[in-house]
Nanobody, 122 residues
């Protein structure tokens, strides 16, 4: 099982980024996909999750309508579209999976990607 996150970078406040999570080694359409993030000195927190076939999505309270999660099982890929970015969104973003259900809890994830850095700064 492999997950690879990409698409991070530096962006100005108010800007947008789209992160990608490419997967291999498992049947994607039976697995929920999650995004987490971790800022320096802080615990890893759940950002978003999308159910195995994309019918349900969940977001951390801090997202407040700014991010959209999506997936294409045929392409073995999920995305996190981030808009109206704030300096406090600066973190390493990880994609992860822990089975068929969505849980925005890092402790129940089984597999993690390597992370991609997002920096929001002017």
């Amino acid at each position: 099982v492999q997950l690879q996150a990409s698409g991070g970078g530096q962006v100005q406040p108010g800007g947008s980024l789209t992160l990608s999570c490419t997967t291999s080694g498992f049947t994607l359409d039976t697995t929920a996909l999650h995004w987490f993030r971790q800022a320096p000195g802080k615990e890893r927190e759940g950002v978003s999750c999308i159910s195995s076939r994309g019918g349900r999505t969940y977001y951390g309270d801090f997202v407040k309508g700014r991010f959209i999660i999506s997936r294409d099982n045929d392409k073995n890929t999920a995305w996190l579209h981030m808009n109206s970015l704030k300096p406090e969104d600066t973190a390493v973003y990880y994609c992860a999976t822990g089975g068929p259900q969505c849980y925005l809890s890092a402790g129940v994830m089984d597999y993690w990607g390597q992370g991609t850095q997002v920096t929001v700064s002017s």
